[in-house]
C-alpha cells in the first residue's frame, strides 16, 4: 500500500435519500410507508399548504394502507426555535408515531426533521444545534421513517442531512447537521408546484442557484485537514460526486427558471426541470456545503425590520430565505473568484450559456446573476429588504457565528471581508 500523506484529506463522503420523482409521486406515499411497518404517522405541515388540500390527500393514502395519521399544519415559515419546540410538543403530548411525512416547503420539512429528533431521543434543540450557538451534540441512534414531500422548488431540504432554523432571542438562523437528519425517502412530485405564486418561485428558485453555486465553488475536500473517522462532518467540501449534481441543477436552471417564473401556472415541463435541479442541488450542497452567501442570509433574515414579501403571508416582517440569500451573492462570488477562477467561470457559462464574455473575468458570474435577478424580481440588493450602510456593523458578527460555513468558502472571510462584501451589496444594480 502507498504512504498516504497524514496531513492532508483524502476521503471523501457523500449520501442522499432514495429518490422517487414525478407528476403523481406524492399519491403512492401510503405504499412507501407501508414498507416500514408503521400504523401511525404524523403529517407535518404549514396553514397555507393545508388549505390547498395536499396533506388530507396524503392522510387519505395512507388510510388505505391501515396506517392512521394526523395533520399537523402549525409549521411557521421560516422556523423559530420557539416554533419548532411548540412542534416538538404538541408531537410528543400526541405521541408516539412510529413515522412522519414532512409535506411543504423547507420549513415544515426541517420542523419534521427537528421533531423526528427530539420525540426519537431525549434532549432539547440547543443541545444538538450546531457550535458556536449549540451543544452540536451527536443523535445517539436511529430516527424514525421520515418522507418528506417538497411543495416548493427550492430547498432540497427533502435530500439533506440538516434543518435550519432562527433562534429568536439571539436575532440570528443557525441549525442541526447530521447525517442521521436526512429523510428516509424524498417524494417529489412537480404538480405540488403548479399553483405557487411567481414571487416564491423566484425566492425559492434562487436558493436553488446558490446552493448549486456555492457548494461548486466551495473548498476542494483535499485542502482540508485530515479528520479522524469520528470527525466527519456532513459538509466535507466540493468533490467529484457533488460536482455532477450542481453542474445538473445549474443546467436545468439555465432552461427554466425564467419560464417557472413568468408562466409556470400551466407549464409542468418548467416546473419539473426546477424540482429536479432543487433536488439534485440538494445532492450536491448537502455533501459539499455552502459558504459566504448563506452565511451572510442568516443574519439578514434574522434582523429583519418591516419588510413584507409580496406572495408570502403579510402578518409579520420576513425576508425569504431565497431572497436571503441571493441579496449578497453577486459580491460574494467577486471575492471567492480568484480562489478558484475556472470553477467560477464554469458555472457562469452553465447558467447562462449565452452571456456576453466580460473582459474582467471576475465579473462574468455576478453579471449572470445580476440579468437573472433582475428577470424574475428579486429586491436590489440588501438595501431592497430594508437595510442600510449604517447597518453592516450590526449584520457583520451574525454572519461570523457561521463558522461552518465560512469554513467551507476556497477563500476564508475576515470581519473587514464580510463587512464590504455586505456594504457593496447595499445596491446591486
Known amino acids: 500500500m502507498t504512504d498516504v500523506d497524514l496531513t492532508e484529506e483524502t476521503i471523501f463522503t457523500w449520501g442522499a435519500p432514495p429518490l422517487k420523482f414525478g407528476a403523481g409521486a406524492s399519491d403512492e406515499v401510503g405504499f412507501e410507508m407501508s414498507g416500514y411497518g408503521v400504523k401511525r404517522v404524523l403529517i407535518v405541515t404549514d396553514p397555507g399548504v393545508s388549505a390547498i388540500g395536499a396533506p388530507q390527500r396524503i392522510a387519505d393514502n395512507l388510510k388505505r394502507y391501515d396506517i392512521e395519521s394526523e395533520i399537523f399544519d402549525g409549521v411557521h415559515v421560516e422556523p423559530t426555535d420557539d416554533s419548532m419546540n411548540k412542534a416538538t410538543e404538541y408531537a410528543r403530548v400526541q405521541g408516539p408515531w412510529d413515522g412522519f411525512v414532512a409535506v411543504g416547503g423547507g420549513s415544515a420539512i426541517d420542523t419534521a426533521k427537528a421533531i423526528n429528533l427530539l420525540t426519537s431521543h431525549p434532549g432539547e434543540l440547543m ?3 450546531n457550535k458556536p450557538i449549540g451543544n452540536a451534540k451527536v443523535p445517539p ?14 430547498t432540497g431540504s427533502e435530500s439533506t442531512a440538516m434543518c435550519v432554523l432562527d433562534i429568536l432571542s439571539m436575532k440570528v438562523k443557525t441549525g442541526i447537521s447530521h447525517w442521521r437528519l436526512r429523510p428516509t425517502l424524498a417524494v417529489v412530485d412537480p404538480l405540488l408546484t403548479m399553483s405557487l405564486p411567481p414571487e416564491v418561485t423566484a425566492a425559492s428558485g434562487m436558493d436553488i442557484v446558490c446552493h448549486a453555486l456555492e457548494s461548486y465553488t466551495a473548498r476542494y475536500y483535499t485542502t482540508f485537514d485530515r479528520k479522524k473517522p469520528e470527525e466527519r462532518v456532513t459538509y466535507c467540501g466540493s468533490n467529484p460526486v457533488s460536482d455532477l449534481w450542481c453542474e445538473r441543477a445549474m443546467t436545468l436552471l439555465a432552461q427554466s427558471f425564467r419560464t417557472a417564473v413568468h408562466s409556470g401556472a400551466d407549464n409542468l415541463e418548467a416546473r419539473s426541470n426546477m424540482m429536479m435541479a432543487a433536488t439534485f442541488a440538494g445532492m450536491g450542497f448537502g455533501n459539499s456545503g455552502v459558504h459566504i452567501p448563506h452565511a451572510n442570509a442568516y443574519p439578514i433574515a434574522g434582523m429583519v425590520k418591516d419588510y413584507r414579501p409580496a406572495g408570502y ?3 409579520e416582517p420576513m425576508v425569504p ?10 459580491e460574494a462570488f ?36 445580476v440579468r437573472l435577478m433582475r428577470d424574475i424580481g428579486i429586491p436590489n440588493g440588501i438595501g431592497g429588504v430594508g437595510y442600510t450602510e449604517a447597518d453592516v456593523p450590526d449584520l457583520v458578527p451574525g454572519t461570523m457565528k457561521q463558522q461552518r460555513l465560512l469554513a467551507t468558502c476556497p477563500k476564508t472571510p475576515t470581519e473587514d471581508d464580510i463587512a464590504d462584501i455586505l456594504t457593496k451589496s447595499v445596491q446591486n444594480w
Open 127 to 129: 443541545d444538538y444545534i
Open 141 to 154: 441512534g436511529q430516527l424514525k421513517p421520515l418522507i418528506a414531500i417538497p411543495t416548493t422548488a427550492g
Open 313 to 315: 403571508p403579510q402578518d
Open 321 to 330: 430565505h431565497g431572497q436571503s440569500v441571493s441579496l449578497t451573492a453577486p
Open 334 to 369: 467577486r471575492f471567492s473568484f480568484e480562489s478558484a477562477p475556472e470553477r467560477h467561470l464554469r458555472a457562469a457559462e452553465l447558467m447562462d450559456p449565452r452571456a456576453d464574455k466580460h473582459n474582467d473575468a471576475r465579473e462574468q458570474l455576478p453579471s449572470v446573476l
